[in-house]
C-alpha cells in the first residue's frame, strides 16, 4: 500500500489546478491519477472537427499562467490540450502524475481517519481525497431501440472515431448542443448528405471570433498588464450577461440578436422556423457560432425536426414514423452530468457512495464539499456552474479553499473534517430559492443544468464574484472537526465495489 497525503482524482484542469496550488504552498506530499495514458481530461478526450472552447482563450486559462500566443479569440481544441500540458511541466505538477491509473474505488475508514483508494495498479492511503474526474466526462448515448443491430458506423463526439472517413457518405448528427453546433460546419462540406436530428432548436448567437494579430499577441508577451486588463474586461463584461439570466424578460429582451442572426443566415421561412428555438434565451448554454446556420442551408444538409424513435439496420426512425437512411450516426447528446462515474465509487462514512445519497440530485456546499464524506473535496461540483463563463477561476477558487483547509487542519492537528449536515441543508435551500425565477428554471427548457429528478444542480446562482469570495477560506465552523489523536491504525483494504475513470 503506497502512503500519499493527498490523493487527486482525474488529469484535467481539476487535477492541474489543485496540483499547482499545493506545489504553491509548499504541499509536496501528493498524486495525481489519470487513467488514460496522457494528461487533459475533456480537452484530450473531445477531438472531434471543429472543437473548440466556447470562452474566449484569454479568460479560459489559469490566471496565473497567461498565454499570449492564442491564435485566436476562441482557441481550438489542441491549443487548449497543448496549453495544459505545457502549464505541466512548467509547474513541476509532472512528477506528481500517475498515468494509466484508474481508480476503482475510495473508501473512508472512520477507525483510521483515512482514504483508502484502490486503483488497476495499486491500492492508495491518503489524508485526503478530491474528486476531479469532472463533470464532463462520461458520454452519453441515447438508448435507442435497435441501436445495436445498425448495420453502419456510430460514435460519440467524445470519442471520435478518426479511422471512419466521413467523405461521401450519409451521416446522421444527433443532438443540437456545443458539439453538434461546432461540428456540422466542419462535415457539411464532405459528407454525401446530412440529416440534424433536433428536438430542440437552439439559440446561437454571433460568435466575435478571429485570428489575433501578431501585434496584439506581442503587446500581450511584453506588457503583461495589457492582457491582465483584457481578461478582467472579458470577465466583467460576462458578469453582467449573468445578472441579466436572473431575470428571464431582461433575456426575453435581448432575444433579438439570436433571431435576427438566424434571419441573415437563413432565408427559408421553413428552415428558419425549424430553427427557431421556443424557450427564452439563456435557459441552456449560449451557443455561438457564424458557420453553424450557414450549413443548414445548403442542399445537402436535412434538419429533422424531431427525435429519433428508433435505429433499424440502415437508418434512423424519427418521431414521426419516417424512415431516414444513414451510414454514420454521431451523437453530439452531451454527458452523464447529475450521475458522473466517480460517484458510484466514493464510499462515505456510512458505506454509501457519493450517487446512493444524491439518488440523482447532487448536492454539496459551495461545490466542493459533501456531508458523511469527510475530507473530500469535489472539483467543479453541483451548483457551482455557470452558463456564460470560465470554469479555470472556479477552479482555482476551489484549489484555494482546499488548501486553506489542509493548512488549517496541519496548524491545528486535524485528523479529518465532515461538513455539518444543516450547512449543506441551509446552503442549497438557499441555491434552489434563488435559481426558482431564473432564466435556467423558468425558461421553458430542459436543459442537462436539470437532472433526473427535474432539480437544477448545476448551476451557481449568484456571480462568481459571490462564489469567489465565499471560496476563498474555509471555515472550520462549517464542520464537525475530529482530532488527529483520535485516529486509529489503518483497517483491512476496503470491498470490491464500482469502477470509475479517473
Same mark, same amino acid.
Given at each position: 500500500?503506497?502512503?500519499?497525503?493527498?490523493?487527486?482524482?482525474?488529469?484535467?484542469?481539476?487535477?492541474?489546478?489543485? &496540483?499547482?496550488?499545493?506545489?504553491?504552498?509548499?504541499?509536496?506530499?501528493?498524486?495525481?491519477?489519470? *487513467?488514460?495514458?496522457?494528461?487533459?481530461?475533456?480537452?484530450?478526450?473531445?477531438?472531434?472537427?471543429? @472543437?473548440?472552447?466556447?470562452?474566449?482563450?484569454?479568460?479560459?486559462?489559469?490566471?496565473?499562467?497567461?498565454?499570449?500566443?492564442?491564435?485566436?479569440?476562441?482557441?481550438?481544441?489542441?491549443?487548449?490540450?497543448?496549453?495544459?500540458?505545457?502549464?505541466?511541466?512548467?509547474?513541476?505538477?509532472?512528477?506528481?502524475?500517475?498515468?494509466?491509473? !484508474?481508480?476503482?474505488?475510495?473508501?473512508?475508514?472512520?477507525?483510521?481517519?483515512?482514504?483508502?483508494?484502490? #486503483?488497476?495498479?495499486?491500492?492508495?492511503?491518503?489524508?485526503?481525497?478530491?474528486?476531479?474526474?469532472?463533470?464532463?466526462?462520461?458520454? *452519453?448515448?441515447?438508448?435507442?431501440?435497435?441501436?445495436?443491430?445498425?448495420?453502419? #458506423?456510430?460514435?460519440?463526439?467524445?470519442?471520435?472515431?478518426?479511422?471512419?472517413?466521413?467523405?461521401?457518405?450519409?451521416?446522421?448528427?444527433?443532438?443540437?448542443?456545443?458539439?453538434?453546433?461546432?461540428?456540422?460546419?466542419?462535415?457539411?462540406?464532405?459528407? *454525401?448528405?446530412?440529416?440534424?436530428?433536433?428536438?430542440?432548436?437552439?439559440?446561437?448567437?454571433?460568435?466575435?471570433?478571429?485570428?489575433?494579430?501578431?501585434?496584439?499577441?506581442?503587446?500581450?508577451?511584453?506588457?503583461?498588464?495589457?492582457?491582465?486588463?483584457?481578461?478582467?474586461?472579458?470577465?466583467?463584461? +460576462? !458578469?453582467?450577461?449573468?445578472?441579466?439570466?436572473?431575470?428571464?424578460?431582461?433575456?426575453?429582451?435581448?432575444?433579438?440578436?439570436?433571431?435576427?442572426?438566424?434571419?441573415?443566415?437563413?432565408?427559408?421561412?421553413?428552415?428558419?422556423?425549424?430553427?427557431?428555438?421556443?424557450? =427564452?434565451?439563456?435557459?441552456?448554454?449560449?451557443?455561438?457560432?457564424?458557420?453553424?446556420?450557414?450549413?443548414?442551408?445548403?442542399?445537402?444538409?436535412?434538419?429533422?425536426?424531431?427525435? =429519433?424513435?428508433?435505429?433499424?439496420?440502415?437508418?434512423? =426512425?424519427?418521431?414521426?414514423?419516417?424512415?431516414?437512411?444513414?451510414?454514420?450516426?454521431?451523437?453530439?447528446?452531451?454527458?452523464?452530468?447529475?450521475?458522473?462515474?466517480?460517484?458510484? @465509487?466514493?464510499?462515505?462514512?456510512?458505506?454509501?457512495?457519493?450517487?446512493?445519497?444524491?439518488?440523482?440530485?447532487?448536492?454539496?456546499?459551495? &461545490?466542493?464539499?459533501?456531508?458523511?464524506?469527510?475530507?473530500?473535496?469535489?472539483?467543479?461540483?453541483?451548483?457551482?456552474?455557470?452558463?456564460?463563463?470560465?470554469?479555470?477561476?472556479?477552479?482555482?477558487?476551489?484549489?484555494?479553499?482546499?488548501?486553506?483547509? +489542509?493548512?488549517?487542519?496541519?496548524?491545528?492537528?486535524?485528523?479529518?473534517?465532515?461538513?455539518?449536515?444543516?450547512?449543506?441543508?441551509?446552503?442549497?435551500?438557499?441555491?434552489?430559492?434563488?435559481?426558482?425565477?431564473?432564466?435556467?428554471?423558468? &425558461?421553458? @427548457?430542459?436543459?442537462?443544468? +436539470?437532472?433526473?429528478?427535474?432539480?437544477?444542480?448545476?448551476?451557481?446562482?449568484? #456571480?462568481?464574484?459571490?462564489?469567489?469570495?465565499?471560496?476563498?477560506?474555509?471555515?472550520?465552523?462549517?464542520?464537525?472537526?475530529?482530532?488527529?489523536?483520535?485516529?486509529?491504525?489503518?483497517?483491512?483494504?476496503?470491498?470490491?465495489?464500482?469502477?470509475?475513470?479517473?
Amino acid at each position: 500500500m503506497t502512503r500519499k497525503k493527498i490523493v487527486i482524482v482525474g488529469g484535467g484542469f481539476s487535477g492541474l489546478g489543485v &496540483g499547482i496550488e499545493l506545489l504553491k504552498r509548499g504541499i509536496t506530499d501528493f498524486v495525481i491519477l489519470e *487513467k488514460a495514458s496522457q494528461l487533459g481530461g475533456t480537452w484530450r478526450e473531445n477531438t472531434y472537427p471543429g @472543437c473548440a472552447c466556447d470562452v474566449p482563450s484569454h479568460l479560459y486559462s489559469f490566471s496565473y499562467a497567461p498565454n499570449p500566443d492564442w491564435s485566436r479569440v476562441f482557441s481550438p481544441q489542441p491549443e487548449i490540450q497543448a496549453y495544459l500540458l505545457r502549464v505541466a511541466q512548467e509547474f513541476g505538477v509532472m512528477s506528481h502524475v500517475q498515468l494509466d491509473t !484508474e481508480v476503482e474505488e475510495a473508501r473512508w475508514s472512520d477507525d483510521a481517519q483515512k482514504w483508502f483508494v484502490r #486503483t488497476n495498479r495499486e491500492t492508495f492511503e491518503a489524508e485526503i481525497l478530491v474528486a476531479g474526474a469532472g463533470p464532463l466526462h462520461l458520454p *452519453k448515448i441515447p438508448k435507442l431501440p435497435g441501436l445495436e443491430n445498425f448495420g453502419g #458506423t456510430y460514435f460519440h463526439t467524445a470519442q471520435w472515431n478518426h479511422e471512419h472517413d466521413l467523405k461521401g457518405r450519409r451521416v446522421a448528427v444527433v443532438g443540437t448542443g456545443s458539439s453538434s453546433i461546432q461540428l456540422v460546419p466542419e462535415i457539411q462540406p464532405i459528407v *454525401k448528405e446530412l440529416l440534424l436530428f433536433q428536438r430542440t432548436a437552439a439559440w446561437v448567437l454571433p460568435k466575435p471570433d478571429h485570428a489575433i494579430p501578431a501585434l496584439e499577441k506581442a503587446l500581450f508577451r511584453y506588457v503583461p498588464a495589457a492582457q491582465r486588463a483584457y481578461r478582467s474586461t472579458i470577465y466583467h463584461a +460576462l !458578469e453582467l450577461v449573468q445578472l441579466a439570466q436572473r431575470r428571464p424578460k431582461a433575456m426575453e429582451r435581448l432575444q433579438f440578436l439570436g433571431t435576427g442572426h438566424l434571419a441573415r443566415a437563413v432565408k427559408d421561412p421553413e428552415l428558419r422556423a425549424k430553427l427557431t428555438p421556443d424557450f =427564452v434565451l439563456g435557459c441552456k448554454r449560449f451557443l455561438l457560432s457564424n458557420t453553424y446556420y450557414p450549413a443548414l442551408t445548403q442542399p445537402n444538409a436535412h434538419v429533422i425536426a424531431q427525435g =429519433v424513435r428508433e435505429v433499424t439496420p440502415t437508418g434512423l =426512425v424519427s418521431a414521426d414514423g419516417t424512415h431516414h437512411e444513414v451510414d454514420t450516426i454521431v451523437f453530439g447528446t452531451g454527458f452523464e452530468v447529475s450521475d458522473p462515474p466517480i460517484s458510484r @465509487c466514493v464510499v462515505g462514512r456510512d458505506g454509501r457512495t457519493l450517487g446512493e445519497v444524491w439518488g440523482g440530485s447532487p448536492e454539496a456546499f459551495l &461545490g466542493t464539499t459533501v456531508s458523511g464524506f469527510p475530507n473530500l473535496f469535489l472539483m467543479l461540483g453541483p451548483n457551482v456552474g455557470n452558463g456564460h463563463s470560465s470554469a479555470l477561476g472556479i477552479i482555482e477558487a476551489q484549489a484555494s479553499y482546499l488548501a486553506s483547509g +489542509l493548512e488549517q487542519m496541519a496548524r491545528q492537528d486535524i485528523a479529518s473534517l465532515d461538513l455539518r449536515a444543516e450547512v449543506q441543508a441551509r446552503f442549497n435551500d438557499d441555491v434552489q430559492e434563488a435559481l426558482r425565477d431564473t432564466v435556467w428554471n423558468a &425558461g421553458g @427548457c430542459a436543459s442537462w443544468y +436539470l437532472d433526473v429528478n427535474g432539480r437544477n444542480s448545476a448551476i451557481y446562482p449568484w #456571480t462568481t464574484i459571490d462564489l469567489f469570495r465565499r471560496l476563498r477560506r474555509l471555515e472550520l465552523s462549517h464542520y464537525e472537526v475530529t482530532a488527529r489523536a483520535r485516529a486509529a491504525k489503518s483497517p483491512a483494504q476496503p470491498a470490491t465495489r464500482a469502477r470509475v475513470g479517473a
